[in-house]
């Protein structure tokens, strides 16, 4: 059965970072495209980054030259460097799969994990 597990959220001061994880099992994703998405209270669920099975990345305006995705492939895991947070960058972070290339529509991804929720106080 394929599993995505995030972790890494929690609470953090505006201007602070954290790391967020996802952790892959089930089947390899090394020729995948992993992705993160988030989705605040009352609001859709919007992209954040991806990173494709080449390296190559994509990034959501609002968090271009803040955020940084990373993957490893042999530890089958995607992690997601959050930097200068901004209260606005409170949601619940959910990693994504798909086995084609970099989308930034969710529809497009097979496999999603839980959630893991980001607090951005101001």
């Known amino acids: 059965q394929v599993q995505l597990v995030e972790s890494g959220g929690g609470l953090v001061q505006a201007g602070g970072s954290l790391r967020l994880s996802c952790a892959a099992s089930?089947?390899?994703?090394?020729?995948?495209?992993m992705a993160w998405f988030r989705q605040a209270p009352g609001k859709e669920r919007e992209f954040v980054a991806a990173?494709?099975?080449?390296?190559?990345?994509s990034y959501a305006d609002s968090v271009k030259d803040r955020f940084s995705i990373s993957r490893d492939k042999a530890k089958n895991t995607v992690s997601l460097q959050m930097n200068s947070l901004k209260p606005e960058d409170t949601a619940l972070y959910y990693c994504?799969?798909?086995?084609?290339?970099?989308?930034?529509?969710?529809?497009?991804?097979?496999?999603w994990g839980q959630g893991t929720q980001v607090t951005v106080s101001s």
């Open positions: 994504a799969a798909r086995t084609l290339g970099i989308t930034t529509s969710q529809r497009g991804y097979n496999y």
């Open positions: 089930g089947r390899t994703f090394s020729s995948s495209t």
């Open positions: 990173i494709s099975w080449s390296g190559g990345t």
